[in-house]
């Protein structure tokens, strides 16, 4: 599965933003869809993950209540669509798929996902 990610850049605090991923390729062994993210010298974040046949999602405390995933399996793409941003979700963003079939809250690790896309960068100022 190849995985395209784009929608970043730089926006203020408070603002809106959604990033997108086009996913080519597409096996029908992917269970999953989700966002990591990784800010400058950190390690990788599990951000939020949703189920590629049915709408169950999960995200991390972190975002719970701003961030919101979605699909639209005609286009083989997954948004993640983030309100009330902070400059702590400055990050490079990166979209995964997974076919381990597990419970969406034990699919948070990044070893958890076999695809991931080249990454877009999201930068928020105070």
């Known amino acids: 599965v190849q995985l395209q990610a784009f929608g970043g850049g730089l926006v203020q605090a408070g603002d809106s933003l959604r990033l997108s991923c086009a996913a080519s390729g597409r096996s029908f062994s992917t269970y999953v869809m989700g966002w990591f993210r990784q800010a400058p010298g950190k390690e990788r974040e599990f951000v939020s993950v949703?189920?590629?046949?049915?709408?169950?999602?999960y995200y991390a405390d972190s975002v719970k209540g701003r961030f919101s995933i979605s699909r639209d399996n005609a286009k083989n793409t997954v948004y993640l669509q983030m309100n009330s941003l902070k400059p702590e979700d400055t990050a490079v963003y990166y979209c995964v798929s997974s076919s381990l079939r597990r419970g969406l809250g034990y699919l948070k690790e990044p070893d958890e996902y076999e695809d991931w896309g080249q990454g877009t960068e999201v930068t928020v100022s105070s």
């Open positions: 949703i189920r590629w046949e049915v709408d169950t999602t």
